[in-house]
């Protein structure tokens, strides 16, 4: 596939509330005390929203993650090497990394982009164990000038829409969003302060476990990014350009095309949050189709929730990214599609309604 940004942009289409209705009125008839499932209800019209039938499937299930390396690292902000990250990518080939185990669990696929990972995986790509849709060996140090070139920043949201195009196209129903990037939680925080104006100090956390030392430093390499590059929070394109990666970009990229195709796209932790945040403001539409998988533990989480309105479905302190908590959350995206398929209402059950009348003996 080969769809423009803008067109995407100006294709997507809110959810449709019209059989969020019907699937609210479907979902009072069930043969349970109103309400009793709580937010796997709302979920389960979310989906009929999105998919427009009171049948929704998301049988098809693939996880996306994301892989790209930050000249960023220079300033000493992560506690592991650059290597880790294409040591990492050969871990989710050989199928030994924390999102293939979740992934398996719950019957779904990963499939891992190579989107500027700093090393040579042209290997891995001639054999089929992962997609390169590379933008550059890394960005740039964002600390000392634009992590990328705006026309980057537009080639890595493309990549993102026209992979899970392709994924669609094939049969995906549901997908789910995941990274891998030494550093990454540092262009994170920084599209975060960027677009929401809170403090860089407020929204830095400490990523793979730095120090109380090296975190100050994080935030001081930060606060110097928003500095130099003046990143205008009106153009989610110029922040991504600015201080952001290029799995991060693919990232926005991916949710942008599940909205635009229709999907619901579970969003992962932080780094696929501050993906989310630039798609919701390119196209403001497209949260409609966003399922907040976790709350992180890293600081930052919780304000792009905010920024989002979005919920998550799980409070675990995860925080190891690739996509982990996007596959624990496909659990219950999965029962609340059951519970609307497949659970008796008053009347095929032959169960008596509640009158609303109390009954003193």
């Known amino acids: 596939m080969d769809v423009k940004l803008q067109d995407v942009i100006a294709g997507i289409e809110p959810a449709s509330q019209a ?20 937010d796997l209800l709302l979920l389960a019209e979310q989906l009929a929203a999105i998919k427009q039938t009171l049948k929704p499937s998301v049988a098809n299930k693939v996880i996306i993650t994301m892989a790209g390396d930050h000249g960023v690292v220079a300033e000493g902000v992560s506690a592991f ?11 989710f080939v050989a199928g030994g ?22 090393a040579d995986l042209s290997d891995m790509v001639a054999k089929g164990q992962i997609v390169s849709a590379r933008v550059a060996p890394g960005t740039q140090n964002m600390a000392k000038g634009p992590a990328m070139t705006r026309e980057q920043a537009v080639q890595a949201l493309e990549a993102g829409i026209n992979i899970v195009g392709d994924l669609i196209d094939k049969g995906a129903e549901l997908v789910g969003t995941g990274d891998m990037g030494i550093g990454n939680t540092t262009p994170s925080s920084a599209i975060l302060a960027a677009i929401s104006g809170l403090p860089a100090s407020k929204v830095t956390g400490r990523g793979t476990g730095i120090t109380d030392e090296a975190l100050e430093n994080k935030v001081r390499v930060i606060e110097k990014a928003l500095q130099v590059n003046r990143p205008d929070p009106a153009d989610p394109v110029d922040v991504l350009a600015k201080v952001g990666g290029f799995e991060i970009g693919g990232i926005a990229g991916v949710i942008l095309g599940a909205a635009y195709y229709k999907v619901p796209v579970v969003v992962d932790g932080f780094i696929s949050t501050a993906g989310a945040l630039l798609a919701g403001k390119l196209a403001p539409q497209s949260v409609d189709y966003m399922i907040a998988a976790h709350r992180s533990v890293e600081y930052g ?61």
């Open 19 to 38: 059989w969020r209705q019907k699937a609210k009125d479907y979902l009072v008839n069930l043969a349970i005390p109103p309400g009793s499932l709580g």
């Open 81 to 91: 090497p650059q290597e880790v990250t294409p040591q990492m990518v050969a871990n």
């Open 97 to 118: 990394a924390g999102i293939n185990v979740l992934a398996e669990a719950v019957g779904a696929r990963v499939l891992v982009v190579d989107m500027g990972v700093a």
């Open 301 to 361: 989480h919780q304000y792009l929730l905010d920024e989002l309105g979005l919920k998550p479905l799980l409070d675990l302190n995860l925080r190891l990214g690739e996509g982990t908590g996007g596959a624990l959350a496909m659990h219950i995206v999965d029962a609340a599609t059951r519970i609307i398929k497949n659970m008796a209402t008053f009347d095929s059950a032959g169960v008596s309604k509640n009158t609303g009348e109390l009954h003193v003996l």
